[in-house]
């Protein structure tokens, strides 16, 4: 291999080293961190205002299993403890341990906590893209292409995402800190096993894997993988590498511990309401999900094809000694490793497939690589005018995919708005009914009676009840058998219309039976121009005291309905 200085077409010069024991490589993105850091907090303010508005509006209370962790967080920072009902069962029906505790922090300052919220989700999706964007000059720069064409190849990716920016800024979830965390592990490392760690590097990857099975349970997996796959690609790294698999290690050790004398269960309670035992549905389901993604997310199927290509650029770079393939190939078997853990879970039901979303900046950094080393032979005004075409296309694609999938994103805030409503309204019977509810996030935010969520999220025995889970993915764990032992006075469906129709098809056809019939009667519940439908007991109504509480005869409602 030559030592020659090599120029780039954006005029950088820099010298790659054939690298020996010990030696480091002495080169620099092209921007300064704080020109990145700048540029992270822009495309993210540009990137959730195109999601906002491409949506057609969202209200400013985030989606309805972001408000379940929500929930959780105020009855922490009340002093109620990590419980769904204050007073009630120790349950962990939010997966996101330390986005219990962030928020909780949040809850503690202000009872209305959701600008904060935004405000904390935002700042992590900048991080994240920042760390996108110091992933791609330094990928780039490794393996001699253009920084310069890269980053502006990322920046166009980005806009054209506009789903990434949905979940990591406005929905409220964990997804922002996961995909900072992740991205910043991934920098992090990449610069280890490249030579070009400073001080500092090590120490934060070590807080990162640390941190990571906190955020999410898959965090063990990814902590402890990467770990192990960057002391695959340089041995020589091997503190770093085993420090970081260690740290995840010990992390995932201690808060199971915890779970253990908390809430006598190793895993979130969600994993049990979740995930089936039935290993090869689960799978199929998984695969499923996995092919969805790739086939109907715009351009995905494009950028694996592409990331198929790159490993062999990366393989290749390995084996003849240039810089950039262990890292290339770092950032590639994360993707990789993303898509086998999620297929592996069964994936979900959540519109934009949002258990891929916090790796997307990933895949676009290989993009944005891919396209800085081919390009920068051509001339200034043909890159400038393709570039320009190519993104406008790229954004456009996005944005139309995104717009046809509004709806499917409103409603999944709807379900909020729904349900705080409902639970506002409720709060004034006499008296306050025990009530089963499906949508179990915006409820418990304002409802202070006793509730019961029948997909078992956050209910132990509803969630053990079955282990095979068959129906909706992740939320079809409703049981009957449980549901009699603890039959709630009201059933809440808040989450459909009171237009006569048929009853929810769901929860293993109970609305049709005529035990469910023999024991409730229909009713609606009337605030204003609100309206909502639920059943509830004969002896409950009797006793209520509810001022826009109607009771309707079976007779007017089908006895089937979707």
């Known amino acids: 291999m030559s030592n020659r200085p090599i120029t780039s077409a954006a005029g950088q010069t820099f010298r790659p080293l054939r690298r020996t024991s010990g030696q480091k490589q002495q080169t620099a993105p092209l921007m300064s961190v704080g020109s990145d850091i700048r540029l992270a907090i822009v495309l993210t303010l540009i990137g959730g205002a195109i999601a906002y508005l491409l949506a057609g509006g969202v209200p400013l209370i985030g989606i309805d299993d972001a408000a379940i962790t929500r929930s959780y967080a105020q009855n922490v920072a009340r002093g109620a403890g990590y419980v769904y009902n204050v007073g009630g069962e120790r349950v962990e029906g939010s997966t996101a341990f330390l986005w219990v505790g962030a928020l909780s922090a949040l809850y503690a300052l202000t009872p209305a906590p959701e600008l904060a919220i ?7 999706t900048s991080l994240a893209v920042l760390a996108a964007l110091r992933l791609t000059g330094w990928l780039t ?12 190849v990322l920046i166009a990716a980005l806009l054209a995402s506009p789903g990434y920016f949905l979940w990591s800024v406005w929905t409220m979830m964990e997804l922002a800190l996961w995909s900072a965390a992740i991205l ?19 120490a934060f990857a070590i807080v990162l894997a640390l941190a990571l099975p906190l955020i999410r349970p898959e965090g063990i997996a990814v902590g402890f993988g990467l770990g192990i796959i960057a002391l695959c690609l340089s041995p020589r790294t091997w503190r770093t590498a085993l420090t970081v698999a260690i740290a995840a290690t010990a992390s995932c050790a201690v808060l199971t511990a915890f779970r253990l004398s908390y809430f006598g269960q190793p895993f979130p309670n969600t994993f049990y309401a979740k995930v089936s035992s039935d290993l090869i549905d689960g799978l199929k389901a998984g695969l499923h999900y996995l092919a969805s993604f790739i086939l109907g997310a715009p351009f995905v199927d494009a950028l694996t094809v592409l990331g198929v290509v790159m490993a062999v650029v990366a393989v290749i770079r390995l084996r003849d000694g240039l810089p950039g393939g262990r890292a290339l190939l770092l950032v590639l078997l994360t993707v990789l490793g993303a898509f086998a853990v999620y297929a592996g879970l069964g994936g979900d039901h959540f519109v934009l497939w949002r258990f891929y979303q916090p790796v997307v900046p990933l895949m676009l950094v290989v993009l944005a690589v891919a396209v800085g080393l ?10 400038t005018a393709a570039f320009t075409g190519a993104s406008l296309v790229a954004i456009a694609a996005g944005c139309v995919h995104y717009v046809q999938a509004r709806f499917d994103v409103q409603s999944e805030f709807a379900l909020v708005q729904s349900g705080t409503a409902f639970g506002t309204y409720l709060n004034t019977a006499t008296p306050r009914p025990v009530i089963g509810i499906g949508p179990a996030g915006g ?20 969630a053990h009840a079955n282990p095979i889970k068959v129906g909706m993915r992740n939320h079809a764990s409703f049981d009957l058998e449980t549901f009699w032992r603890y039959p709630p006075e009201v059933v809440a469906t808040f989450n459909r219309s009171c237009a006569r129709a048929a009853p929810d098809a769901g929860f293993d056809g109970i609305f049709q039976t005529a035990r469910f019939r023999a024991a409730y009667v229909p009713v609606q519940f009337s605030d204003g121009s609100d309206c909502w439908p639920g059943y509830a007991t004969a002896d409950w109504i009797s006793e209520a005291n509810l001022p826009g509480l109607s009771v309707l005869d079976w007779s007017a409602i089908p006895r089937s309905g979707g």
Do not use: F, H, K
């Open 374 to 383: 081919t390009i920068p032979r051509l001339a200034a005004y043909r890159t």
């Open 443 to 462: 409820i418990a935010l304002t409802y202070d009676g006793q509730i019961r969520d029948l997909l078992g999220l956050n209910w132990v025995e509803m």
């Open 118 to 124: 935004l405000a904390l989700c935002a700042s992590l």
């Open 184 to 202: 910043g592990l991934v920098l992090c490392l990449a610069r280890v096993i490249e030579g070009c760690a400073v001080p500092g590097v090590r």
């Open 141 to 152: 720069q490794w393996c001699g292409g253009d920084v310069a064409i890269a980053r502006r």
